[in-house]
C-alpha cells in the first residue's frame, strides 16, 4: 500500500505532469480562463487518464511492440468519445468553453506519455494510482492557475463577483498572462521543493525509459 | 576598487561616463517634456510621473533587498524607467494601474531577467504595453488641454488625421491637442533630442532613421499627409526616449540604421493597416526583439580578421 501512496504522491509533487514534467501545457495555458473550466478539464483528464492507464496496463501483454502507439491512441480516444458525449449531454456550458480542447484529450501529451512511460510497464493497481496521481496533480494545477486568472482577470470566481468591476487587470486572462501565471506556478513549486531539501532534477531529455537506456544515471538505480 | 589588480580584456577605455551620468542626462532632457505635461494637463500629471518614478524605484529596492543583491538603485535607471512609462499615461489614468505599469516594468521585465543591462525589451516599452492591453479603455481616455482649438480637442491627431491640415501645425508642435502627458508637445521631445544628442548620449542615428523611414512609408501606404503624422501621435517621444535606450538597440551604427529604419516602417504599417493605437509601442518591442539578430548581422570585422562564418 505504500508503494502504491508513493506512486500517487509522485504525481503530484515530485513528478507533476504540468510544473515539473511540463506535459499538457496547451491546455493548461488555454483553459485556465475560468475556474470552472479549468476544473471540468482537470476531472476529465483526470477520468480519461484513470480509464486508459488502466485498460493498457490491462492489454499490456497483447498489444504487439511494433503498433502500440496506435493502440493506446484508439483506447485513449474511447474514453475521449465517452467523456465528451457525457460532458455534452449533462453539462452543454462546460462543453461549449472548454471547445476542441476536450477532444484533443486524445493526443494530450501526459495520457500518452503515461501509457508509454508508465502503464505499458507496470500492474493494473500501480498504473490505476499513477493515473490517479498525475490526474489529481494536473487537476490541481489548472485548478490553482485558473483561481488566480479569474479572480485578478475578471475579478470573479466560479463566476460570482469577488472583485468590484474597474479593478480588473485583463492581460491575466490574456494568453500573456496564462504564460505568467504558469512560470510563477512553477518557479513557487521548485523553489517549495528545494526548501524541503529535495534536490530538483529537471527531466529533460529523459524520457523515463530506463530498461532501454544504456546511459548512466542516477536516477537509473532508483526506478530498479 | 578594491586595490587588487584587476585584469580585463582589452580594450582599455577609460571614461568618466557611468550610468548615473547617463540617466541623469536623461532625466535632464526629459525636464522640458515634464514642465509642458504639468503646464498642459495640470497638478495630476505631476502626480503621476511623481508616484512613478518613486515606486519604480522601490520596486527595484526592494527586490534587491528580498534576493540580497547590491542595491543599484543610485544608477538612477529605475526612475528614468519609471518617469518616462508616467508620461506615456494619459493624465486621467488611475494612479493603482500605474503602479501596476511600474511593477511590471521594474519586477517582471528588468529584475526578473537579472537587472539593468540583461532587460530583453525597454521596460517602460513593456510596461506601457501591459497596461494598454490590460486597460484599453484607461490607457486610450486621452485628455486634452484645456485651451486646445477646437479642431484638435475631440480625439488625438491620428484619429482624424485626414482632416487635418496645414493650419494646425502649430498646434501640433506646441502640443495642444489630446494625447498621452508626454507625447504631446513636439517641440519639448525636440529640445530633449538636442540635448541628448549635444552630451553624446544618443547618437541621432535611431530618431533620424526612424521619423524619416516613418514619412517614407507611410507616404507610400497612402497616408494623407505623413509630415503631420510625425507630429502627431507618440513617434517622437518614442524615438527619442525609447527606441534609443541603449540595453534594448543596436550597437553599430549600420544595426541602428536597420533598428530605425525597422521601427519607422512597423510603425506607418501598423498606422496604416491596423489602427493608431500603440503603433509606435508595439513597433519599438518588436525591434528590441530583433536587436541580438542586427548585432549579429552587423559584427564589424576585426582588424585583419577574417569574417566570421
Known amino acids: ?224 | 576598487m578594491n586595490g587588487l589588480l584587476t585584469v580585463t580584456p582589452s580594450p582599455h577605455i577609460r571614461s568618466p561616463r557611468t550610468t548615473r551620468s547617463i540617466m541623469r542626462d536623461v532625466l535632464i532632457a526629459l525636464i522640458p517634456v515634464v514642465i509642458v505635461a504639468v503646464v498642459y494637463f495640470g497638478w495630476r500629471a505631476l502626480l503621476l510621473i511623481c508616484v512613478s518614478g518613486a515606486v519604480s524605484c522601490l520596486c527595484e529596492f526592494i527586490w534587491e533587498k528580498a534576493f540580497k543583491k547590491d542595491i543599484t538603485i543610485s544608477d538612477l535607471s529605475s526612475v528614468v524607467t519609471g518617469v518616462i512609462l508616467a508620461l506615456n499615461m494619459p493624465a486621467g489614468m488611475p494612479v493603482w494601474e500605474l503602479i501596476f505599469g511600474d511593477i511590471c516594468a521594474v519586477i517582471v521585465v528588468k529584475m526578473l531577467f537579472g537587472g539593468l543591462g540583461r532587460n530583453f525589451v525597454n521596460p517602460a516599452l513593456a510596461g506601457r504595453i501591459i497596461l494598454f492591453v490590460s486597460f484599453t479603455a484607461d490607457m486610450t481616455n486621452y485628455t486634452v488641454p484645456s485651451f486646445a482649438p477646437d479642431a484638435l480637442s475631440s480625439a488625438t491627431p491620428l484619429a482624424l488625421e485626414g482632416s487635418l491640415t496645414w493650419a494646425d501645425f502649430p498646434s501640433l508642435l506646441l502640443g495642444l491637442h489630446g494625447g498621452v502627458i508626454g507625447e504631446v508637445c513636439s517641440l519639448a521631445i525636440i529640445a530633449g533630442c538636442v540635448y541628448l544628442c549635444v552630451r553624446g548620449v544618443i547618437k541621432p542615428i535611431i530618431p533620424a532613421c526612424f521619423v524619416g523611414a516613418e514619412l517614407l512609408f507611410s507616404w507610400l501606404f497612402g497616408a494623407a499627409n505623413p509630415v503631420l503624422g510625425v507630429f502627431s501621435g507618440g513617434l517622437l517621444f518614442g524615438a527619442v526616449f525609447m527606441a534609443t535606450d541603449y540595453v534594448t538597440s543596436p550597437l553599430t551604427n549600420w544595426g541602428k540604421v536597420i533598428f530605425g529604419v525597422g521601427c519607422g516602417f512597423l510603425t506607418a504599417a501598423m498606422r496604416a493597416f491596423a489602427g493608431s493605437n500603440g503603433a509606435v509601442s508595439f513597433a519599438i518591442l518588436i525591434m528590441n526583439l530583433l536587436v541580438p539578430y542586427i548585432n549579429d548581422i552587423t559584427r564589424r570585422k576585426a582588424f585583419g580578421g577574417v569574417k566570421a562564418k
Open chain 1, 1 to 224: 500500500m505504500k508503494r502504491k501512496l508513493d506512486i500517487l504522491k509522485n504525481g503530484l509533487f515530485k513528478e507533476n505532469p504540468v510544473l515539473i514534467l511540463v506535459l499538457g501545457c496547451c491546455s493548461v495555458l488555454a483553459v485556465s480562463v475560468t475556474v470552472l473550466g479549468g476544473l471540468g478539464m482537470g476531472i476529465a483528464l483526470t477520468f480519461v487518464l484513470v480509464c486508459s492507464n488502466v485498460v493498457i496496463s490491462l492489454l499490456r501483454k497483447v498489444i504487439p511492440d511494433k503498433v502500440r502507439i496506435p493502440c493506446y491512441i484508439v483506447i485513449i480516444a474511447a474514453f475521449v468519445t465517452l467523456v465528451e458525449m457525457i460532458v455534452k449531454a449533462f453539462l452543454p456550458a462546460l462543453y461549449e468553453s472548454l471547445g476542441v480542447f476536450l477532444s484533443l484529450i486524445v493526443v494530450n501529451c501526459i495520457v500518452l506519455g503515461r501509457a508509454e512511460m508508465f502503464a505499458s510497464k507496470n500492474t493494473v493497481g500501480d498504473s490505476f494510482f499513477d493515473g490517479l496521481g498525475m490526474g489529481l496533480g494536473y487537476t490541481m494545477v489548472i485548478t490553482g492557475i485558473s483561481i488566480v486568472r479569474e479572480l485578478l482577470g475578471s475579478g470573479t470566481l466560479f463566476g460570482l463577483r469577488i472583485i468590484p468591476e474597474g479593478f480588473q487587470i485583463g492581460i491575466i486572462t490574456q494568453p500573456p498572462g496564462g504564460f505568467f501565471t504558469f512560470g510563477c506556478a512553477m518557479a513557487i513549486l521548485v523553489a517549495a521543493m528545494a526548501k524541503k531539501g529535495k534536490k530538483f532534477v529537471p527531466p529533460v531529455g529523459c524520457g523515463g525509459d530506463c530498461a532501454g537506456c544504456g546511459a548512466a544515471c542516477q536516477e537509473k538505480e532508483a526506478v530498479k
